[in-house]
């Protein structure tokens, strides 16, 4: 089975600080996904990362897709209370595939 | 919103017993998902479907069982329900199989008591 692994499992911040999360596995992602699910409704997706060494800017968020593509990071600029939710990661391993996700970040922004 | 609607969105229920979960897809979805998430397990897949097909099968449990209907809504039945078994089940749609981003439901929070 493979399996990713996330990294905090909780974060809690103040608000206007900067914070990175963290997502990796032993094999290697044919493409990942990000998504962030807030209290009582499903998860949304954020972001798809598909080639090695990628980043994507969504506003303060920024994604980036190791050149080995085995991790993945979302670093939050200026984190603000809206911004309270679970990040997840989930993992394509084969094209076509379905995406495996990880255990989540549970982010907690203080005003 | 993400045009998935599950119902009920909650769920109380005793060992033992047999429920069931409903989920209509996004318009134009063919695929449909479901997925366990519980505290300690995170999200976990279960099954999936495409235009009434099963296109794959996850952790899912010989207790539960699921199907795709021909107007693409599906339904999640569990039996024989047991204390563990208390989580939130979320349904997800796509247009295509494995790859493409998932549009989830607000889910419906079982509780086994």
């Known amino acids: 089975t493979q399996l990713l692994e996330q990294s905090p499992q909780f974060l809690s911040i103040q608000e206007g600080e900067n914070l990175t999360v963290y997502c990796n596995s032993s094999?290697?992602?044919?493409?990942l996904q990000w998504y962030r699910q807030e209290p009582g409704e499903g998860p949304v997706l954020l972001v798809t990362?598909?080639?090695?060494?990628e980043v994507k800017k969504l506003k303060r968020l920024t994604f980036q897709f190791g050149d080995a593509r085995k991790d993945s990071s979302l670093h939050i600029t200026a984190a603000q209370p809206g911004d309270t939710g679970l990040y997840l990661c989930?993992?394509?391993?084969?094209?076509?595939?379905?995406?495996?996700f990880g255990p989540g970040t549970r982010l907690s922004v203080l005003p | 919103d993400s045009g998935v609607t599950q119902t009920p969105k909650h769920l109380i229920t005793a060992t033992g017993q047999r429920v069931t979960l409903r989920c209509s897809p996004r318009s134009g979805d063919l695929s449909v998902y479901w997925y366990q998430q519980s505290l300690d397990q995170g999200l976990q897949f279960l099954i999936q479907?495409?235009?009434?097909?099963?296109?794959a099968k996850g952790n899912i449990l010989e207790r539960f069982s699921a199907q795709q209907f021909p107007d693409l809504h599906s339904e999640l039945n569990l039996s024989s329900l047991e204390l563990g078994d208390s989580a939130l089940y979320f349904c997800?749609?796509?247009?295509?199989?494995?790859?493409?981003?998932?549009?989830f439901g607000n889910g419906t929070r079982l509780t086994v008591t």
């Open positions: 479907y495409y235009n009434g097909e099963e296109r």
């Open positions: 094999s290697v992602f044919s493409s």
């Open positions: 990362v598909v080639t090695g060494g």
């Open positions: 997800a749609s796509s247009g295509r199989g494995g790859g493409s981003p998932l549009h």
């Open positions: 989930a993992g394509q391993f084969n094209y076509g595939q379905n995406f495996v």
